[in-house]
């Protein structure tokens, strides 16, 4: 083996991303990303899939669009050299799998060629998952025994081609084309003169697994001109087969309630993937922008304080789960636990903050049934306050309704500020790619609308002819209140201020349900 350069031994994971979906990228692969220094991918890599790269980790980008590369074959296998023989930890993170038409296998022999060390894990091929994806099962037992994987467009500079489409056509099974989009009319002219049936079931499906995807199906012999009328594009995946007609029964992915939607989500990076994971159950796609930070208060005095003398509080009460986490990290500080709350009633505003104190070991006592300050003081209040004290631990600068309606009950509050949501520094590029196409925007709190303002003021872009402001929807009166005194209209309002009833809400919304707001 090489002696490295930095006196460690480096290594490459060659990683199959998948066609396209983040959520079919393997454990394993998601493991060695956790673990990368430096992250080596291509084009139809989804963006999501690099959150799992931990933070620090070098992205390096190597795609190409259009068949134009952002750099060369020669020079991608020199830099996966020369960022093992650091003694880093590089991940080649490649479409689908990286030994199905991804050229993993030249890149691992010029690995070899180096005596670098490198491991390959497989990812799901975009010739299983995208058929799948519009309801084509590539195999079954009545209709395709064998099934065979073959490039549309071979590397042009070899001598002979070594594809035969006449034995292609007289294949007696399902035909997978990869790449094909380019040189579909002499692929499919090639199958046909080789003696495939014009009338066998063809399927083209562009931008497979993704919110993007489109299928077309027809017989062999017009899926040219129905492909050319449909303006489907690369990627593409062609199935040719009898198997193509099983699709009429069991596609499923593009008839997903959202399909085809963008939706913006402002909530923080951490915060998001409630959100995000929900809507894209439901088919649609997802731009994260977010337009919160968490911070830490400027003291931790107050907390610390609070803490060292909660045996003199009745109760406690937490407005968020970012609330909760930080209380019992400073807990833990102080070397005490979830038993220091023993001797208290716990409130909480809403599930998700149920939900936060359970991982804790702790279950709230009191959550009104709707999650706004005044519901919450209104329970508060018939549990019985008058006389306790209360020990409000919450968001820096927020809503003084609460203190106020419980102190007027007769309470002594303690209101402590545990954390604050500052507005981030996002790029106008990066404020824009979130919004273009975007069928809907969501607010969660009235700090993330108020800050989507202050964003969009920042970065200089107004509405007019090249930019429109998406459908907005507001988790619940007080988010929608503090949008629209920001200038902002919402149309959607959830009537459960949660996120699963906002999810909800928007999901009636687009099936025809009408709801303007409610």
């Known amino acids: 083996m090489a002696m490295p350069e930095?006196?460690?031994?480096?290594?490459?994971?060659?990683?199959?991303?998948?066609?396209?979906?983040p959520g079919l990228l393997t454990l394993k692969g998601a493991w060695a990303l956790a673990g990368a220094e430096v992250v080596v991918y291509d084009y139809l890599v989804n963006k999501e899939i690099l959150f799992h790269a931990k933070g620090g980790a070098k992205l390096i980008y190597?795609?190409?669009?259009?068949?134009?590369?952002?750099?060369s074959q020669k020079d991608i296998n020199a830099l996966l050299v020369k960022q093992a023989r650091k003694g880093r930890v590089v991940v080649r993170l490649k479409g689908g799998d990286?030994?199905?038409?991804g050229r993993g296998g030249e890149e691992a022999l010029a690995l070899v060629a180096k005596k670098i060390?490198?491991?390959?894990?497989?990812?799901v091929t975009s010739a299983a998952a995208v058929p799948a994806y519009a309801g084509i099962p590539i195999t079954h037992r009545d209709y395709a025994s064998a099934v065979v994987f073959v490039t549309g467009h071979e590397d042009?500079?070899?001598?002979?081609?070594?594809?035969?489409?006449?034995?292609?056509?007289?294949?007696?099974?399902?035909?997978?084309?990869l790449m094909g989009v380019m040189r579909i009319k002499e692929n499919v002219d090639a199958l046909i003169s080789g003696g495939a049936s014009p009338s066998t079931p063809t399927a083209v499906i562009s931008w497979g697994t993704t919110p993007r995807q489109r299928s077309v199906i027809g017989d062999l012999d017009e899926i040219v001109d129905l492909v050319k009328k449909d303006g489907i594009t690369a990627p593409a995946v062609m199935v040719v087969g009898e198997v193509v007609d099983l699709a009429d029964g069991l596609s499923w992915f593009e008839y997903q309630p959202l399909f085809g939607k963008k939706i913006v989500v402002t909530r923080t990076r951490e915060q998001a993937f409630e959100l995000t994971d929900?809507?894209?159950?439901?088919?649609?796609?997802?731009?994260?922008?977010?337009?919160?930070?968490?911070?830490?208060?400027k003291t931790n005095e107050p907390i610390i304080e609070a803490i060292r003398n909660l045996d003199d509080y009745d109760i406690i009460v937490f407005t968020s789960p970012n609330g909760a986490r930080t209380f019992f990290g400073c807990l833990d500080e102080e070397n005490l636990d979830s038993r220091s709350l023993g001797g208290l009633d716990v409130a909480v505003m809403g599930v998700g903050t149920a939900r936060a104190l359970q991982a804790f070991g702790i279950l709230a006592d009191i959550m009104p049934d709707k999650y706004i300050a005044e519901a919450l003081a209104e329970e508060l209040i018939k549990y019985g306050v008058s006389g306790k004290k209360i020990l409000l631990f919450r968001a820096e600068g927020a809503r003084k309704v609460l203190p106020e309606l419980l102190v007027e009950a007769g309470a002594v509050v303690n209101d402590v500020a545990a954390y604050r949501a500052i507005c981030p520094d996002t790029k106008k590029e990066e404020i824009k790619e979130a919004?273009?196409?975007?069928?809907?925007?969501?607010?969660t709190s009235g700090s993330t609308a108020r800050n989507f303002k202050m964003l969009m003021e920042k970065s200089g872009i107004t509405q007019g002819d090249d930019f429109?402001?998406?459908?907005?929807?507001?988790?619940?009166?007080?988010?929608?209140?503090?949008?629209?005194?920001?200038?902002?209209?919402?149309?959607?309002?959830?009537r459960e201020h949660s996120i699963a009833g906002l999810v909800g809400e928007i999901m009636e919304y687009f099936i025809g349900s009408g709801n303007p707001r409610k």
């Open 156 to 177: 042009p500079t070899k001598d002979e081609k070594s594809l035969d489409w006449e034995y292609l056509a007289r294949f007696p099974g399902t035909i997978v084309v």
């Open 435 to 443: 919004l273009d196409g975007a069928d809907l925007i969501t607010f």
């Open 62 to 71: 190597v795609g190409k669009v259009g068949g134009k590369p952002a750099m």
């Open 98 to 101: 990286p030994f199905i038409f």
């Open 278 to 297: 929900h809507l894209k159950s439901l088919g649609a796609e997802t731009a994260l922008l977010p337009t919160i930070e968490i911070a830490p208060p």
């Open 468 to 494: 429109k402001l998406p459908i907005v929807a507001s988790i619940g009166p007080i988010t929608t209140e503090v949008a629209e005194e920001a200038g902002i209209e919402v149309a959607i309002e959830a």
């Open 6 to 21: 930095s006196g460690r031994i480096g290594i490459v994971y060659f990683v199959g991303a998948g066609p396209g979906d």
């Open 117 to 123: 060390d490198y491991e390959i894990i497989p990812g």
